[in-house]
């Protein structure tokens, strides 16, 4: 009787498999697995079946083979659209390289993984992913400074951000600290470096050294205009925007004057919402919708710019964006303090705040706490 075709899904790993001259019934064992955890929706029940199909084999002599299932996992998780998907692939790979205890492939999955729950704003499971990964780096680097520099320098600046992000300020100062002393080992490793100047950037800016986060934020624009993704430039783009605009709205004098600094803003955030355009997201053209918005505000534009952050509010309700949610409601809050309508900019604030609750990003709440603490303060 003729064997049943099998899916495009097997083909891959059985043609691996067959070159590293499996017997039949490790073939038979690890392709019963591999349909397990290839289900759309693997159980818990699927997960233990397929370890329990794999627990026989003799993993010392088949150093490739052990991999096949790992790799494959990993790239059907990256492959997937779907963040929810992609976290079940990754959870599933790491259930068998944990097994198997194969440190190579964590290393890999957990650095995925972390980048993943990044992407639906899950940011204490990132930062614990990628503690982990560093961990295991750092262990099999032994004496050496490090196994891979640029690697473990990508890591540490992914870190540092979410641990900024949870308002971990100084666990976050020690990785970015740490990175820095790694970045002579990668002197190739330029984007790398430079979302440790991005980094840098937030947490100076978090304590009001906004000139030296205003070069650290030019330094990394450059580098991500030329090497980064999309998304990325425009993010870091609405960062040296927003602190550009912290400058003139602080510092400038009639002996200091601002347009040098509203000229920077101004051309940040042309870039970042045509490069949002372009790219198709709509999360990087409300961002440098709301910069605009305070530039508009501080140069005194004749523009209704409480109009133009209310927009940006609606937008993030129809994509269900609790960040940008977050981070509109503190842009308007921040314009209807100036305005000296108090009340309600400090309603605003304690919406923010509420927002906040639904998404692990403390940090969008400082300004806001720092409003409401001040106006307590002068009761």
Request: aromatic letters at 6%; a neutral charge.
């Amino acid at each position: 009787m003729p064997a049943a075709p099998l899916s495009f899904s097997l083909r891959q790993p059985l043609g691996l498999l067959a070159e590293d001259g499996l017997l039949s019934p490790e073939t038979d064992r690890l392709l019963a697995a591999h349909a397990l955890l290839h289900r759309p929706t693997p159980s818990d029940d699927d997960r233990r079946r397929a370890l329990a199909l794999i627990e026989p084999l003799d993993l010392r002599q088949l150093p490739r083979r052990r991999k096949t299932l790992t790799s494959y996992l990993l790239a059907r998780a990256q492959g997937v659209r779907n963040t929810s998907r992609a976290l079940e692939h990754y959870s599933t790979a790491f259930d068998l390289a944990d097994h198997m205890h194969d440190e190579g492939a964590l290393v890999d999955l957990l650095y995925h993984r972390g980048v993943a729950f990044r992407r639906i704003s899950e940011f204490h499971a990132a930062a614990d992913d990628l503690a982990l990964c560093l961990r295991i780096l750092r262990e099999h680097a032994g004496d050496a400074d490090s196994l891979d520099a640029a690697f473990e320098l990508d890591v540490l600046a992914r870190l540092a951000g979410f641990e900024q992000t949870l308002g971990h300020f100084e666990l976050a100062t020690q990785h970015l600290a740490e990175a820095r002393r790694l970045m002579r080992l990668a002197p190739e490793a330029q984007l790398e470096q430079a979302t440790v100047s991005w980094l840098a950037a937030l947490l100076d800016r978090l304590r009001n050294r906004p000139f030296r986060a205003l070069d650290s934020a030019l330094t990394a624009t450059r580098v991500y205009e030329r090497l980064g993704d999309a998304a990325s430039s425009t993010r870091i783009r609405y960062l040296a925007a927003e602190i550009s605009l912290d400058v003139a709205e602080r510092f400038c004098q009639p002996n200091f004057p601002a347009a040098p600094y509203f000229a920077i803003a101004d051309r940040e955030i042309t870039s970042a919402i045509e490069q949002s355009r372009t790219s198709n997201d709509p999360y990087g053209v409300e961002l440098a919708l709301l910069a605009q918005a305070r530039l508009h505000r501080l140069r005194r534009d004749n523009v209704n710019t409480q109009v133009q952050i209310e927009r940006v509010i609606c937008m993030a309700r129809r994509l269900n964006d609790v960040t940008l949610l977050a981070q509109a409601r503190s842009t308007l809050a921040e314009e209807l303090l100036a305005r000296g309508e108090v009340t309600s900019g400090l309603t605003m604030c304690r919406k923010v705040l509420d927002t906040l609750q639904w998404v692990q990003a403390p940090a969008l709440g400082i300004p806001a706490r720092r409003h409401l603490l001040r106006a307590q303060e002068g009761m």
